[in-house]
């Protein structure tokens, strides 16, 4: 990590802004314990020195709105969860825009809403404190189509900064914005929607990054997502990871930044997403959320590691799951919530390094059945790092489709997540020594049965019960 070096007397300002009182860039106080890819496995987190497997699951998308953070931040705490999910969004009922509201009901978007930022500090402050990371997504397309977008202060007919007339954007955009049809996202010169008006758009959307970072690079447990699963041509978030990388390297910080897109449930038909595998470069981490989606059983864990060896062709970096689906049975593919816990700790098996339960009605968020799962992994990190083992599958023998996943460090650890019961046998020719079997409940998340047997042969591993299971052999 390079040193912060700074002067005293220096202030930077961003933009034209209100007082807020947050710590200033040039604050000699400043955090310094940056996350970073582990040094001895960059497909993992380290933070404040050490690696970090980062776990969680919670109740909303843009915590730093919520009125009871600091409990439900405890609340994930307590269960060993380290990881949130927090779009800069406003859409929901009790929400706050970054923006002064007039009298009138208009916005000034020269004026920025002190309450708004205020939360967004706190969040900053609170899992800090906690040493949660934080997975910012600045850009969420839901907040610009349909009626969100028109109570949006981004609107023309909702401020007093510009017109229809002046940028081209419209007041309203009635098609879901998977259909791309925003001018907002194509506000980037050669991009297909860009025109010159747009200019205006941009010069805000730079002021709005300049005030983002006037506080987040305050802290070192901050991750940056363009996007949340965005079908825009990847230009748009290129053009603001070098917009945000630019500002942190003046500063001397180093920060990790990606873009999320929408087709990673199909990333072999999705230019967009083999760039982010193979251009490491740009995205330094890499969020493959949308996988968590439409995927089921072996189809998901199949598609995770084509993603996996995609990834490992160019220099490693962390595969991050923001959104794990599981809830309600959607028509486009959220499956259950038995289908979120598998695809949770599939994705733990299979080698990711960061794994959050979707918001709740899709996903389990942090209910009874997240909390279970974030408890047994932490269960299996007394006995093994997850870091330390890869996926093993050919280790396994005996095993129906979805029955088992194994990942190994052959002939020293094992770790098995059995999604429903079974048995599998388990390849310990080569290794004619004792072995140690510790069980833990995915539904509980508590210890099971531990027994010891020998190894010089196939052996049989039965899962204590139905339901899903850890299996963790040293």
């Not at 028109?150 to 023309?156: D, E, I, L, T």
């Not at 959607?330 to 816990?341: A, C, F, I, K």
């Not at 002939?411 to 997540?417: A, D, F, P």
Request: hydrophobic letters at 30%; charged letters at 25%.
């Amino acid at each position: 990590m390079k040193n912060l070096i700074y002067l005293p007397f220096i202030l930077f300002v961003f933009g034209n802004s209100c007082t807020s009182g947050h710590k200033d860039i040039a604050d000699n106080t400043m955090k310094t314990s940056y996350l970073k890819p582990y040094s001895e496995n960059p497909r993992y987190w380290e933070h404040k020195g050490q690696p970090v497997l980062l776990l969680g699951g919670s109740k909303n998308d843009n915590l730093f709105q919520s009125q009871n953070l600091k409990e439900h931040l405890d609340e994930l705490h307590e269960v060993g969860g380290n990881y949130i999910r927090n779009t800069m969004s406003s859409r929901d009922s009790g929400d706050v825009w970054p923006y002064f509201r007039q009298q009138d009901g208009k916005y000034d978007l020269d004026k920025w809403g002190q309450e708004y930022w205020q939360r967004f500090e706190n969040l900053l402050k609170l899992t800090d404190e906690r040493d949660i990371i934080v997975q910012l997504e600045i850009w969420d397309r839901f907040d610009y189509s349909r009626d969100n977008w028109k109570k949006n202060p981004w609107n023309p007919e909702n401020n007093i900064n510009y017109t229809v007339e002046e940028t081209g954007l419209e007041t309203e955009y009635p098609k879901h914005p998977a259909s791309d049809k925003q001018p907002f996202f194509h506000s980037i010169p050669g991009m297909p929607m860009y025109n010159k008006n747009l200019d205006i758009i941009r010069s805000y959307q730079e002021r709005f990054i300049d005030r983002l970072l006037s506080y987040s690079l305050d802290y070192g447990n901050v991750l940056y997502c363009m996007d949340n699963e965005t079908s825009t041509p990847p230009e748009w978030g290129k053009y603001w990871i070098r917009y945000i990388e630019n500002i942190a390297d003046e500063k001397d910080i180093q920060i990790y930044l990606t873009d999320m897109f929408d087709l990673f449930f199909r990333p072999q038909e999705c230019r967009a997403c083999q760039q982010v595998l193979n251009q490491s470069d740009v995205y330094t981490f890499i969020d493959i959320s949308q996988i968590n989606s439409r995927n089921f059983n072996q189809a998901h864990w199949d598609t995770l590691q084509w993603i996996l060896k995609e990834r490992d062709k160019f220099p490693l970096r962390p595969v991050n799951n923001t959104k794990i689906y599981g809830g309600e049975n959607s028509s486009w593919g959220s499956g259950s919530n038995e289908d979120g816990v598998e695809r949770f700790c599939r994705n733990v098996i299979g080698g990711c390094a960061s794994v959050r339960h979707h918001r709740p009605l899709h996903g389990n968020g942090l209910n009874d059945k997240s909390k279970a799962t974030i408890k047994a992994v932490r269960k299996i990190e007394t006995v093994t790092n997850l870091w330390e083992v890869r996926p093993r599958m050919d280790l396994l023998s005996d095993r129906e489709p979805d029955e088992a996943y194994l990942s190994a460090k052959e002939g020293e650890k094992y770790v098995i997540y059995f999604t429903d019961g079974g048995t599998v046998k388990l390849d310990l020719r080569q290794y004619n020594k004792s072995f140690i079997i510790k069980w833990i409940s995915v539904n509980s998340g508590e210890w099971g049965s531990e027994s010891i047997f020998k190894g010089g042969n196939y052996q049989e591993i039965t899962a204590p019960d139905k339901g899903g299971w850890f299996a963790v052999i040293e």
